[in-house]
């Protein structure tokens, strides 16, 4: 069956950066869009980027735009999210998604 693996979470400091990553697997990786979303202490989910099959095509979230950068390896069946200059408002519980699945999340934690 589909599993969504994340890893890399963790506690930064704002203006730190951090690479998240998903290893999947159940599922031909490659012929598949994948998405990240979050979800902040207390909120709903929330979509942060997305990234098509072949990784040629990618879509963020303004709140994220220019500072996170989602990318995959299909030989690796992975996908990544580079974050650059975190902020307090980043903290949240990050899943990678196909389709409605999810995996069990990362925690990032921005705090000084």
């Known amino acids: 069956q589909v599993q969504l693996v994340e890893s890399g979470g963790g506690l930064v400091q704002p203006g730190g950066s951090l690479r998240l990553s998903c290893a999947a697997s159940?599922?031909?990786?490659?012929?598949?869009?994948m998405s990240w979303v979050r979800q902040a202490p207390g909120k709903g989910l929330e979509w942060v980027s997305n990234?098509?099959?072949?990784?040629?095509?990618?879509a963020y979230a303004d709140s994220v735009k220019g500072r996170f950068t989602i990318s995959r390896d299909n030989t690796k069946n992975t996908l990544y999210l580079q974050m650059n200059s975190l902020r307090s408002e980043d903290t949240a519980v990050y899943y990678c998604?196909?389709?409605?699945?999810r995996g069990q999340g990362t925690q990032v934690t921005v705090s000084s």
């Open positions: 998604t196909k389709g409605g699945i």
């Open positions: 990234i098509s099959n072949d990784g040629t095509n990618t």
């Open positions: 159940g599922f031909t990786f490659n012929q598949y869009y």
